[in-house]
């Protein structure tokens, strides 16, 4: 659900004219740090937003940046 979405963001980012060059590549990191997670064995779609962005920070070995937080926040608003 949480790719469907980020898909989806990343079409209207595309889409607009003035996106800039950090959305596409917010999105892109975020895209790959969505891929690593083993959705067979993480309740992924049973994780609260705070939990998403442990684990999300746990894969990038960083803290997220104010841009790929926000995203992911606004992930979870469309859900």
Known sequence: MLLHKLKEIE???DDRKNSSLEQIQTA???K???LQIDYKSEH???LSLDRTLDLLIHLKGDDLSLEEENLVRTIFVTI
């Open 11 to 13: 079409i209207a980012i």
């Open 28 to 30: 892109s990191t975020l």
């Open 32 to 34: 790959d740090l969505l």
């Open 44 to 46: 992924i779609t049973d």
